[in-house]
C-alpha cells in the first residue's frame, strides 16, 4: 500500500518559516512528479508547488519567491521549504505523487494525510 507520510507543519507567526517533509514508503519519489498542495478551511485544494523527475520546479504566483520545493532521493523525501510566512498561508498542506508535472489536483493518483500549518499575524 502506498504511503505518503508528511510533518513540519505547527503554528508560526507572519514572517516566520518552516520546512515541510513528504517521506514516502513502498515506493520511490524519483519515479514519480511530486506536488505541495494546501486546503483552507471552506476553501477548495490548491497546487502550491510541484517537482518533475529531473528535478523542475514550478510554483503558485502566491508563493513565487517565498516557497521552495525539493527533493532528496537519497531519503525517498521531498521538501517544501517555506519563508516569509503570511496568515493567508495557513492551511492543510498535502503532498502528493503522480505521472504528470501539473499543479492539478485530479492529476495526482496518491496522497498523504495533510500537515496543518497556521501563520498568525
Known amino acids: 500500500q502506498v504511503q505518503l507520510v508528511e510533518s513540519g507543519g505547527g503554528s508560526v507567526q507572519a514572517g516566520g518559516s518552516l520546512r515541510l517533509s513528504c517521506v514516502a514508503s513502498t515506493m520511490t519519489l524519483s519515479r514519480y512528479c511530486m506536488g505541495w498542495f494546501r486546503q483552507a478551511p471552506g476553501k477548495e485544494r490548491e497546487g502550491v508547488a510541484s517537482i518533475d523527475k529531473n528535478g523542475n520546479a514550478r510554483y503558485a504566483d502566491s508563493v513565487k519567491g517565498r516557497f521552495t520545493i525539493w527533493q532528496d532521493n537519497a531519503k525517498n523525501t521531498v521538501y517544501l521549504e517555506m519563508n516569509s510566512l503570511k496568515p493567508e498561508d495557513t492551511a492543510m498542506y498535502y503532498c502528493?505523487?503522480?505521472?504528470?508535472?501539473?499543479?492539478?489536483?485530479?492529476?495526482?493518483?496518491?496522497w498523504g494525510q495533510g500537515t496543518q500549518v497556521t501563520v498568525s499575524s
Open positions: 502528493a505523487a503522480g505521472r504528470f508535472f501539473s499543479m492539478v489536483v485530479g492529476t495526482y493518483d496518491y
